[in-house]
């Protein structure tokens, strides 16, 4: 396809890429010069220009930190509200900036009063709420002579208030600082803190399993998104003079979604050419007014059904096809769908010969010789060097995890029921039992999903039961999930970088405006992830999104992003399941070393023989309780395990 | 005291309205797990049927009842079709139904804004005439006293069928894991067709005793949404009596604010008491469990 591109001369992927913004950029520039100027025509495009930065600031809440902050509107409204009022009662003091910061803070103190409260349930609550704030505002405001009720506040009208910026100067100012909060966004979402609200927007529990703080990062999301907003409060009330309850209403939110939905959200230029496109409609046809509401909530609905991810999405698709994409890692992209699938069998011997391949001690050999995959020789029996990995903050380095009386019922269930054990550094506990013998629910008890009915769960003294599900990560505890959990639109790499992140200082702000050290903190970052990713074999696989890799390259994926918090502890939930035999055999080198370089591993598996030849202890759940705890080979001994799980009288083995 | 009284007795019937609407998204929520903002404008097209039946064609109570349920059903029908069921066969955590379900509330708006056209709002007559009650000395309008009495209808017929069928247990099990109720032989998405059917039911008996109340203003439909929301969230979600009790909340608290702090700000009542039940308990006064992560 790149081939038709160039015979068309349509020129290289770079200027392809960078042509079209470009090309749009002097387009919006010279909008007035297009479209026929005027100060009133003038007055037009910065009404639509301001709320296209509403559009920006709803975009990183609800496109990328998944906040459905919808009634943005209410905050677009007080940012205005606080903006015109001080420029009201001090016409002679206040300038553009002065507006502007006014709006920000006013947006940002209302964003907190709706969020706050609103984001202890989450979901829809925001939405909803949010929605409600953006109904009460102008409701209230027409009744309130403060804010001039009903007729607003002309500001024009205000004696000794007089612009010092008008016309075209105007004009390119207030476009500027629309691509201003634009590039703004941008960095954003490419920074530590855009990472976060990705991976919080992909599934919390995958995000406090990388030792996110939730709470705080929605906060963030819908505070940087409020402050936006009444920014954009403040461009309105600069360039129209004018702010009255009919400035904001919640159909104009509704508008205003819709233009995101449709142009894409969660793209950095979706949100802005959706909007403009239907309040672009809305503003200029308005002979159409009467029938925009089932043009554009057909759109609204069409959209939301069949192209969920917006127009953008779709450009992004075709322009793949072209060849004309960025490609994230320079000179390795095979394209979306060229890529060969994953880790094949037989490639991975070869593949994984970094720190965790190729280290064959005589632990291993007790593994069945159907694991092992074709290509895969015995490597060299080189010593694994591994940097000592100490834990975010907790315990100290040699405590292991304790599992003291762990008790959960659910309903009249009992599913995990007074379990004792210790997970030691450096070794590997593996735990099995028939499906709901409450295996996972332990796991999601040491990693606070669920919180103990009684009993505790510590590190040497640190107790980890008291705290949140981030807590417990940044204690040193990684985890992976029974059923995957990554990113599916992001690249392997993408998806490990937020848990490297965590364990190197840096302010958010550092990263955002790549200051000198957050610069090379995001490089640095990368560059982890990829050296992981290598390790583990995945290094054809890193540029491609997560939703075309298949499942065992998935759980791979995720044992990268569990190894990358450098943890003190590993807990491994079916790692096994689905892989290939040649994946299994890497995950099983990989799980050894681990343990080798210190690392204490919680392995839940159904495929016991790979667990007994690899673990050093073995517990054994039956119904909630613990049926059996000992080494590998006293299980094969044991009567009571045989005799349970088999139905037979004698032990699997004669202990020799 | 009898300022006082006419104001609970005003609260209590429109508290009625938005409580009607709290239980008509809980019939909807139990079986899809889907927020159906829609249910606002579900009922004001059922408002507005009302109008055309009984003030513009003078028809009787009973042809309107009947009119009222079969364009609501009817509504509630296509939108279970277009907006909801291409996100219950889609698994993930998208709240993309929520916007589907917003679009879908906008159509309906506008259609009923074009057909309304540009006339002015009308009070509605009441079903059963303008007739009062003296309550504790105190005239009550029986439309009041309708809206009352047909939300707690209602509300006890719901708690019956979903206590004591085998339906009703199916209707609530389905939300909770659609895998585990496809196993058991129960069909999803018929239980998510059959959950649209009822909560248009309850939305139109709603809008036929709360007509006279709301008159025939076709834009606030959302804003009943809205506040039929805040009475589910004051209540607490997944509870019947939740919904009764904060609808009550809601709409009392309105009068309250009308008569003792200001009449033009009856809508910060609202917000002021979501916000607040937000902050002390979050689950609503009568939730037992937090609202699952969506």
New interface residues.
């Given amino acids: 396809m790149s081939e038709i591109a160039s015979r068309l001369g349509i020129g290289s992927r770079r200027s392809l890429r960078w042509g079209i913004p470009a090309i749009l950029i002097i387009l919006l520039y010279l909008a007035p010069q297009l479209g026929g100027s005027g100060s009133f025509r003038l007055g037009e495009y910065e009404e639509v220009l301001s709320f296209l930065v509403i559009a920006v600031a709803l975009n990183i809440a609800m496109g990328y930190a998944g906040q459905?902050i919808?009634g943005i509107t209410a905050v677009f409204a007080a940012g205005a509200y606080g903006a015109i009022l001080v420029a009201k009662y001090y016409p002679h003091d206040v300038g553009l900036v002065a507006m502007l910061v006014i709006g920000g803070v006013v947006g940002a103190a209302g964003g907190m009063?709706?969020g706050?409260?609103?984001l202890?349930?989450?979901?829809?609550?925001l939405?909803?709420?949010s929605?409600?704030?953006a109904?009460?505002i102008p409701?209230?405001a027409?009744?309130?002579g403060f804010v001039g009720a009903d007729t607003g506040i002309p500001l024009y009208a205000v004696l000794g208030f007089s612009p010092k910026l008008s016309g075209e100067l105007l004009f390119v100012i207030v476009v500027t600082l629309v691509l201003l909060f634009t590039l703004f966004s941008w960095l954003l979402v490419h920074s530590r803190v855009g990472h976060r609200f990705v991976a919080l927007h992909?599934?919390?529990?995958l995000a406090s399993s990388i030792g996110i703080t939730s709470y705080r990062t929605k906060l963030l999301a819908i505070l940087i998104s409020s402050t936006i907003a009444g920014v954009a409060g403040g461009v309105y009330v600069y360039t129209q003079q004018f702010f009255a309850p009919g400035s904001s209403s919640?159909?104009f939110a509704?508008l205003l979604?819709?233009g995101m939905?449709i142009g894409g959200t969660g793209t950095i230029t979706g949100p802005l050419i959706g909007a403009t496109i239907i309040l672009g409609i809305n503003q200029f046809f308005t002979s159409f007014q009467?029938?925009?509401?089932?043009v554009?909530?057909?759109l609204?609905?069409g959209f939301?059904?069949f192209l969920?991810n917006g127009l953008m999405a779709r450009v992004a698709v075709l322009s793949d096809r072209l060849g004309i994409s960025s490609a994230r890692v320079p000179g390795t992209r095979t394209g979306r769908h060229a890529a060969v699938p994953a880790v094949a069998d037989g490639q991975v011997g070869g593949a994984a010969n970094g720190k965790f391949g190729g280290a064959r001690t005589a632990g291993t050999a007790a593994r069945p010789a159907a694991a092992r995959a074709p290509g895969a020789g015995p490597g060299p029996a080189t010593p694994v060097r591994l940097p000592a990995w100490p834990p975010v903050i907790g315990a100290d380095n040699s405590s292991p995890l304790i599992v003291d009386g762990a008790r959960r019922s659910f309903g009249g269930v009992t599913a995990v029921d007074d379990v004792h054990l210790t997970v030691n550094r450096g070794q590997i506990h593996g735990l099995i039992g028939s499906n709901g013998s409450g295996k996972t629910t332990l796991l999601n008890l040491i990693s606070r999903f669920y919180s103990l009915d009684a009993g505790q769960i510590r590190i040497g003294s640190y107790r980890l039961d008291d705290r949140p599900p981030y807590a417990v990560a940044r204690a040193g505890v990684a985890r992976t999930f029974q059923s995957p959990k990554l990113m599916l639109r992001e690249t392997p790499v993408e998806n490990v970088i937020p848990a490297v992140e965590l364990r190197v200082r840096c302010l958010g702000v550092e990263s955002v405006l790549r200051l000198p050290r957050g610069i090379r903190v995001n490089r640095q970052a990368r560059a982890e992830a990829l050296e992981i990713l290598e390790t583990l074999g995945l290094q054809r696989v890193i540029t491609q999104e997560a939703n075309a890799l298949p499942h065992g390259t998935r759980r791979l994926v995720e044992l990268a992003r569990a190894i990358a918090l450098r943890p003190s502890f590993v807990l491994l939930d079916e790692p096994a399941a689905g892989l290939s035999p040649a994946e299994l055999e890497l995950l099983t080198e990989v799980i050894q070393n681990l343990a080798r370089s210190g690392v204490g591993v919680l392995l839940i598996e159904h495929n016991v023989p790979m667990v007994l030849s690899i673990a050093d202890t073995v517990t054994c759940l039956h119904q909630g309780k613990r049926l059996f705890q000992g080494t590998p080979d006293e299980l094969r001994a044991d009567a009571t395990v045989a005799s349970v799980f088999l139905g037979i009288d004698e032990p699997l083995e004669t202990p020799s | 005291m009898t300022l006082f009284l006419t104001a609970l007795f005003a609260g209590l019937a429109v508290g009625s309205v938005y409580g009607l609407i709290a239980l008509s998204y809980t019939v909807v929520f139990n079986s899809t797990a889907i927020f159906n903002i829609a249910q606002g404008d579900l009922m004001m097209a059922g408002v507005l049927t009302s109008y055309f039946c009984l003030d513009r064609w003078h028809l009787p109570e009973i042809v309107t009842l009947l009119m009222i349920i079969g364009v609501v059903e009817a509504l509630s029908l296509v939108e279970e079709r277009i907006a909801v069921r291409p996100f219950l066969r889609r698994p993930g955590t998208t709240l993309g139904w929520f916007i589907a379900t917003l679009a879908f509330s906008l159509i309906i708006e506008t259609v009923a804004s074009i057909i309304y056209g540009q006339n002015p709002v009308v009070p509605i007559p009441a079903a059963f005439g303008n007739g009062t009650l003296v309550i504790a000395g105190v005239h009550v309008a029986t439309k009041f006293i309708l809206a009352f009495a047909v939300m707690i209808v209602v509300m006890i017929a719901l708690e019956i069928f979903y206590k004591r069928s085998w339906l009703g247990t199916a209707m609530r099990g389905v939300a909770e894991d659609r895998e585990v109720a496809a196993l058991r032989g129960i069909d999803g998405l018929r239980i998510s067709r059959l959950a649209f059917l009822i909560a248009g039911l309850v939305t139109a008996l709603a809008a036929f005793v709360v007509a006279p109340i709301v008159s025939a203003d076709v834009t606030v439909g959302l804003t009943y949404a809205l506040k039929g929301f805040i009475a589910l969230s004051v209540g607490g979600f997944g509870s019947l009596r939740g919904c009764v009790i904060g609808g009550l909340l809601l709409g009392v608290a309105e009068q309250m604010f009308d008569l003792y702090i200001n009449s033009n700000y009856e809508i910060l009542a609202g917000l002021i008491l979501v916000l607040l039940v937000l902050a002390v308990r979050p689950t609503g006064l009568f939730g037992t469990r937090a609202v699952r992560e969506v």
Wanted: charged share 5%; proline share 4%.
């Fill in positions: 459905y919808l009063i709706v706050l409260p609103a202890r349930v989450g979901g829809f609550y939405a909803l709420v929605l409600f704030a109904l009460a409701t209230v027409q009744e309130w992909t599934s919390e529990q919640v159909q509704v979604l819709a939905v009467q029938y925009n509401g089932i554009f909530g057909a609204l609905l939301a059904v969920p």
